[in-house]
């Protein structure tokens, strides 16, 4: 599907096509199938009426997120603090480098006046900064201006220039021209490989882990193999007790509307 979108040059369309195809759209056009069929047949009408606002309920609760990265997604599980340790016993081989990719670009945060990165890319670049201390190993960061942000100033930019003069950790490489997680695999491996990396340390939030693993792995693959290692992060369970789960909240409904646009990307090859 991906490659059909690319063939009909209407890749700018990819944002407005995600929004479309996720909740709360198909949920509420289903509620408006369930009042028209309900004029005819009362019975399946109103269960469809049910569904849709049931699904909408399930859309904003943190355990649907949790259940679906679990058991749909396959999340891969943080580094253990004794990986962590390992990793810092071979950043004296200057073979593996850690690889952060964006998540957003805000082309101007007024309180700062000038560009930005949307809290999803930072929570990323933070947790690569901190990796990268803790281990040694050396940074890079992926990301240009997405598709739906044409013209918003190149994102691993804006990250280098947080990461300096905020993080005072400056970035060995960025990769500036990619729009996409494909893109961000197939522009960032061979500039690694370049540079004498064959094993990239992959940080990323945990719902999108398993889209951009396999993409990484197939641009490694395609260029003669190198080794990816999934770092996830932003895996918190952000609620107070399992109750909380299951009642709507900003924090689910953002969760689970992200591990719903991943599960999408997989199944439209992208």
């Known amino acids: 599907m991906n490659t059909l979108v690319t063939l009909l040059g209407i890749e700018s369309w990819k944002p407005v096509l995600s929004a479309l195809m996720l909740p709360p759209v198909p949920l509420l056009l289903l509620m408006l199938v369930g009042t028209r069929v309900a004029f005819s047949r009362r019975a399946l009408g109103w269960m469809l009426v049910l569904l849709g606002a049931s699904g909408i309920w ?7 997120a949790r259940a679906f990265e679990r058991h749909v997604l396959q999340v891969p599980p943080t580094l253990t603090a ?11 081989s200057g073979a593996t480098a850690i690889v952060v990719l964006g998540g957003g670009v805000e082309a101007l945060a007024p309180e700062y006046g000038t560009s930005s990165i949307t809290d999803s890319s930072l929570e990323r670049l933070r947790y690569g900064v ?10 890079a960061f992926s990301g240009g201006s997405g598709w739906a942000q044409p013209g918003a100033g190149s994102e691993a930019e804006i990250a ?9 950790h400056p ?4 990769e500036a021209e990619s729009r996409d997680t494909r893109e961000n695999a197939a522009r960032t491996v061979p500039l690694l ?5 064959t094993h990239i340390v992959l940080v990323t939030h945990g719902s999108h882990m398993p889209r951009a693993e396999r ?5 490694a693959a395609a260029g003669g193999g190198m080794r990816i290692e999934p770092a996830p992060m932003g895996m918190a369970p952000r609620s107070e007790a399992p109750l909380f789960d299951w009642l709507p909240s900003r924090q689910g409904y953002a969760r689970t509307r992200n591990a719903l646009h991943e599960w999408l990307g997989s199944l439209l090859g992208a």
């Open 215 to 219: 993409n990484f792995e197939a641009a």
């Open 160 to 168: 280098a220039r947080i990461a300096a003069q905020e993080f005072d």
């Open 193 to 197: 490989r370049h540079a004498g990396i």
């Open 130 to 139: 901190w990796l990268g201390r803790q281990t040694g190993l050396p940074v």
């Open 82 to 92: 004794q990986r962590i340790t390992q990793l810092k016993g071979e950043a004296r």
């Open 171 to 174: 970035l060995r490489w960025t």
């Open 58 to 64: 399930l859309s904003t609760c943190m355990g649907t």
